[in-house]
Nanobody, 127 residues
């Protein structure tokens, strides 16, 4: 059974940093693409970054230069490093696993491309 569990969320001041973790079980990270998504209050879930099965990363313009994604296959964990945080990035953050082919799809940041989801972790950026 494929499982993903996010952790690391919390309250952080504007300008601060936070690292989220996504611990996976039941599959190998080198067989799946992993995406990070955010759902702000009252808004749809949006894709932010993806790390492909082979390890290359891609991201949306909204997080370019501030958020990075990485993974440790040996620890079965994917990370989301968030720097220079702003209040507008407040929301619930989810990691999701999709077939390796998702990494090469034009809709790589579409939530529907990912079959397996974690429960989410809340991030609040506020002073």
């Amino acid at each position: 059974q494929l499982q993903l569990v996010e952790s690391g969320g919390g309250l952080v001041q504007p300008g601060g940093s936070l690292r989220l973790s996504c611990a996976v079980s039941g599959f190998n990270l080198d067989d799946y693409a992993i995406g990070w998504f955010r759902q702000a209050p009252g808004k749809e879930r949006e894709g932010l970054l993806c790390i492909k099965a082979a390890g290359s990363q891609t991201w949306t313009d909204s997080v370019k230069g501030r958020f990075t994604i990485s993974k440790d296959n040996a620890k079965n964990t994917v990370y989301l490093q968030m720097n220079s945080l702003k209040p507008e990035v407040t929301g619930d953050y989810y990691c999701a696993a999709g077939e390796a082919s998702v990494g090469n799809h034009s809709h790589i940041f579409c939530a529907g491309m990912y079959k397996h989801w974690g429960q989410g972790t809340q991030v609040t950026v506020s002073s």
